[in-house]
Nanobody, 126 residues
Framework: VQLQASGGGLVQSGGSLRLSCLAS????????MGWFRQAPGKEREFVTA????????SYADSVKGRFRISRDNAKNTAFLEMNSLNFEDTAVYFC????????????????????WGQGTQVTVSS
């Protein structure tokens, strides 16, 4: 699976952005689509993820209530809607897919995700 993230840019604090992640092939219902981010000098961190068949999502506490993950199955595309952005949200955002049908809660560990997009830069000006 090849993933292409897009939609990043420069936005003022308090603003919104919507990121997209286009997959090169249909995402199976058991796959997990996730968004991660990495700020300069920091480790890659989990943002949110959803089981592709929908309904089950997971959010990092830092974005809960501000960010929303969604998908358009017909277009093999996932979205990350980001609202009330602040300076701490500045990072390169990556989409990724976990193809293993795991038991238990959605994984938040980057090594558990098998395919990654190239990343898109989000910069929030204070």
């Amino acid at each position: 699976v090849q993933l292409q993230a897009s939609g990043g840019g420069l936005v003022q604090s308090g603003g919104s952005l919507r990121l997209s992640c286009l997959a090169s092939e249909p995402i199976l219902s058991t796959y997990v689509m996730g968004w991660f981010r990495q700020a300069p000098g920091k480790e890659r961190e989990f943002v949110t993820a959803m089981i592709w068949r929908g309904g089950i999502t997971s959010y990092a506490d830092s974005v809960k209530g501000r960010f929303r993950i969604s998908r358009d199955n017909a277009k093999n595309t996932a979205f990350l809607e980001m609202n009330s952005l602040n300076f701490e949200d500045t990072a390169v955002y990556f989409c990724a897919v976990d193809v293993r049908d795991r038991m238990g809660p959605i994984s938040r560990r980057p090594p558990d995700f098998d395919y990654w997009g190239q990343g898109t830069q989000v910069t929030v000006s204070s």
